[in-house]
């Protein structure tokens, strides 16, 4: 199983990060991500006046400025693009507040790029913050149908900016028996937007790192004490099919033996290309070796079912490990025609 070579995804399109409630700056409009003059910041109303709009080096400022107290002195990344295997680019605007005041507006038009393996030991040592930027045309929510009942609206309420979850209804065993794809902040960050369901996590497969990025309180879970695999997928590329097999297919077991006592949360950096692989691969464990007919083993389907409650999922270069697991699958369980 050869090494994929990463293809970078554009860094053209207009995009726009979504701040928290508690900054300043609502949002960010990246123009020409890479061209800092050409941001713009867009400030929160307060409802007794519209405010004005700062653009290049004030909008920098007042992104860098405006984190509450307890992130003040944090190197501040924008997570802007990423390769067809789903691992991220950041901009670090930090760099860019530091060499304005050192080049002035030069600094705008040279930004330092850094990728996810620099980024990520900063945010687990309390380093850094992250914000993600969107491609504009992608911002909008899912539109799924509400919840069956009161009960399930109040255990998994609708996907928000606080609660990037999404949950899996085809694989759900029963009310508290569900699988979700999330994004890392999500299950970090706890407190009053937490979905109740990660009450009842017992197992979280962290996508995107291995297993020195554990550490006491890493996720906030509730009530919940799930147990946790670390297995960076983007790393099976290059490694042994054997290897390949193995890792997935323990996976999936594990998976299937926490799914019995209570929900499951996937997740890489976004929740958008490692973790839904995985899913992935778990619709087709059940149905090739446990023979959950009622699932589809169609990946094409299997993606346009997680794409009908997480629209920005996409296999990109993951399809080649999926298509390796379900060869696996067919070889040992024999083929057979799903939905």
């Not at 906030?220 to 997935?248: C, D, N, W």
Request: with cysteine.
């Amino acid at each position: 199983f050869g090494h994929h070579p990463p293809i970078m995804t554009s860094a053209d399109s207009p995009m726009l990060v979504r701040l928290p409630e508690h900054m300043s700056l609502g949002a960010l409009l990246l123009e020409r991500p890479l061209d800092a003059s050409s941001w713009t910041g867009i400030p929160r109303e307060d409802g007794s006046s519209r405010p004005n709009r700062l653009h290049g080096p004030e909008a920098v400022h007042a992104l860098i400025s405006g984190l509450p107290a307890e992130l003040a002195g944090r190197q501040v990344f924008l997570q802007h693009r990423m390769d067809d295997l789903g691992r991220h680019e950041y901009i670090d605007a930090s760099a860019i507040e530091s060499a304005l005041r050192e080049r002035g507006g030069a600094a705008l038009r040279s930004l330092r790029i850094v990728d996810e393996d620099h980024v990520k030991p900063l945010l687990a040592a309390g380093k850094a913050v992250s914000f993600v930027a969107g491609a504009v045309q992608d911002l909008k929510m899912p539109s799924a149908p509400p919840p069956p009942t009161t009960d399930d609206a109040r255990l998994c309420p609708p996907m928000s900016y606080q609660a990037n979850y999404s949950v899996i209804e085809d694989l759900t065993l029963g009310r508290t028996q569900r699988v979700m794809l999330a994004d890392e902040s999500t299950l970090a960050r706890g407190g009053p937007h937490m979905p109740p369901i990660f009450n009842h996590l017992t197992l979280i497969v962290n996508c995107h790192q291995d297993v020195s990025a554990d550490r006491p309180g890493k996720y906030r879970v509730g009530l919940a004490k799930p147990t946790l695999i670390f297995q960076p997928v983007h790393k099976l590329y290059g490694a042994q099919p054997s290897v390949v097999l193995e890792t997935l297919h323990a996976i999936c077991t594990e998976m299937w033996r926490a799914h019995q006592h209570g929900s499951i949360a996937v997740h890489c950096l976004a929740g958008l290309h490692r973790a839904p692989a995985v899913v992935c691969c778990y619709y087709l464990y059940r149905f090739y070796a446990l023979g959950h007919r009622h699932l589809s083993n169609d990946i094409t389907v299997i993606y346009q079912r997680m794409r009908a409650v997480r629209p920005a999922v996409a296999p990109l270069g993951y399809i080649e490990l999926i298509k390796l697991y379900e060869r696996h699958m067919i070889r040992q369980h024999g083929n057979s025609t799903g939905k």
